[in-house]
């Protein structure tokens, strides 16, 4: 059957984009075809590489899209922009597949109305970067965009470190609601385009929810992203610039930037550049998301309550509850990378217990030894970490609490496998000199990632010394 797409966006939400023309990239060229996801969502994208290059570079106009560009606001750094949008992605239209509904959007595609003073494109290592990235999101089970083709369009284009090859990346999501959508209009007092919004995010995203209720759908992206924040912080991941626009309405992980995965656990832990005062620090991400979801709650306050002392009032009982609520989600996860089932009292102060034994120590490697520690062998855990008498001391506290099943709940928990940094700093620059070899094999290695580390040494240990703090610049 062949490709089709649909217009909802653009249908249900006039005002809310504008149409706009992809740039013709001059030589487009495949560099890497997710076939599994199109396959799994029974894609019928069976082309030639060529016309596939062509397609998903937007050189050639997919049979049926209609390339739009999204309007957006957003707080970057806690400071508000009231207008930035698709400056540079183009959203070809929506694919309906048996999975659902998603977007097929292409970023690094050329110059739109959005576009301020931004040149429009990407370079090919940030887009192999998200490409990576999301592929071991999505296989360490964490909800996210999902990455079709890397397609470099044959253009060199100019970022700090000089001439780079230019690409682009075509990715699927849920859909492209961000917080900062709401902001844009709520900016201008536009109710009725919020209105509007809501009802599609609702019918999207929250179908079992009545259109008009504004309140229900902040409670329930919440929920979502509360659960979202607490698995990015289980596999010790940075998103590295959850500014407003970063943050999708339908839970998934959205926009890879200088995000990256924690070696040794410290909570303060920031990898991008640009972040200078650690307000994406590891440890920050939850308070970011409640002040996230805060403007979000500003932005839907009339439609919470006519009366808007009242709205506020409501609104702030639920952001004080979204503490709590990331306590418990945070609670549930380290259960599952601790092997234990059910609930007992003590389980929070164990859980924090394990973090502050581990300080200084791979964050990766720590949890997947607890394995091997809860069949006697506690060897390779205790290696990790400078003091090893408290970490002792815990492990007596945590034997007493496990049960049977414990080893295979704790290597089906804790990944042996993620992108480690030192790994995607060397296959990102060893593609952009067309060199794909260490990205493959990289790229296949996180698609596996709770698989046994045996034999795969050379992607489960932590980099050498020698490699220093790893620094991230914004994925550009
Ligand atoms: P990001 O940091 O990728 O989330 O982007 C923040 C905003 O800057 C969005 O509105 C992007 O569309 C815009 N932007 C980022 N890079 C470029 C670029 N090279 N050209 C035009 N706009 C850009
Ligand atoms: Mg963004």
């Given at each position: 059957m062949p490709l089709t797409f649909d217009h909802s966006y653009a249908r249900d939400l006039p005002g809310t984009f504008l149409a706009q023309t992809p740039a013709r990239a001059p030589a487009p060229r495949l560099v890497v075809f997710n076939a599994a996801l199109a396959e799994s969502l029974a894609?019928?994208?069976?082309?030639?590489d060529q016309t596939l290059a062509n397609w998903l570079s937007g050189a050639v106009p997919m049979p049926g899209s209609q390339p739009i560009a999204l309007a957006y606001a957003g707080h970057q750094f806690g400071g508000f922009s009231p207008q930035l949008g698709d400056g540079r992605a183009h959203l070809l239209g929506e694919l309906v597949t048996p999975k659902g509904r998603f977007d097929l959007q292409l970023k690094g595609s050329g110059r739109t109305a959005f576009s301020r003073g931004g040149d429009g494109k990407a370079a090919l290592g940030p887009m192999l970067r998200e490409y990576l990235i999301s592929q071991a999101m999505a296989a360490l089970g964490v909800p996210t965009t999902r990455s079709l083709a890397v397609v470099a369009t044959g253009e060199d284009i100019l970022r700090d470190t000089g001439m780079v090859p230019g690409a682009v990346v075509a990715r699927l999501a849920a859909s492209h609601i961000r917080v900062g959508t709401f902001q844009f209009f709520a900016a201008r007092n536009e109710i009725d385009q919020i209105k509007a919004l809501v009802a599609y995010t609702i019918a999207r995203h929250y179908p079992h929810l009545a259109p008009d209720d504004a309140l229900g759908l902040f409670d329930a992206v919440t929920a979502r992203q509360v659960d979202l924040i607490a698995q990015w912080m289980g596999v010790g991941f940075v998103h590295g610039v959850m500014n407003t626009d970063n943050m999708a309405l339908s839970g998934e992980t959205i926009d890879y930037g200088p995000c990256a995965f924690l070696d040794a656990y410290d909570p303060a832990t920031v990898f991008s550049s640009i972040d200078r005062q650690g307000r994406y620090a590891f440890a920050n991400q939850p308070l970011i998301l409640a002040w996230n979801l805060s403007r979000l709650a500003q932005a839907l306050l009339p439609l919470i309550d006519a009366d808007e002392a009242k709205a506020v009032e409501i609104a702030n009982a639920r952001l004080d509850a979204i503490d709590p609520a990331f306590r418990q989600a945070w609670l549930e996860v380290m259960r599952r990378k601790l092997g234990i089932e059910g609930q007992d009292p003590a389980d929070a102060a164990l859980a924090d217990d394990f973090c502050t034994a581990i300080t200084g120590a791979d964050w990766t490697l720590s949890f997947r030894s607890l394995a091997a520690a809860a069949e006697g062998r506690p060897e390779a855990l205790l290696a990790?970490?400078?003091?090893?008498a408290p970490l002792r001391a815990w492990l007596t506290r945590w034997q007493a609490r496990l049960g049977p099943d414990a080893p295979a709940l704790i290597r089906s928990a804790n990944p042996a496998v993620i992108p480690r940094n030192h790994l995607v700093e060397q296959a990102l620059t060893a593609a952009t000199h067309g060199e794909m070899g260490p990205f493959t094999a990289l790229l296949a290695a996180v698609q596996d990632p709770f698989g046994p580390e045996h034999g795969r040494e050379g992607f489960t240990l932590p980099a050498p010394s020698t490699f220093g703090p790893y620094v991230t610049f914004c994925g550009t």
């Open positions: 894609l019928d994208l069976t082309q030639d990790q970490v400078s003091d090893p």
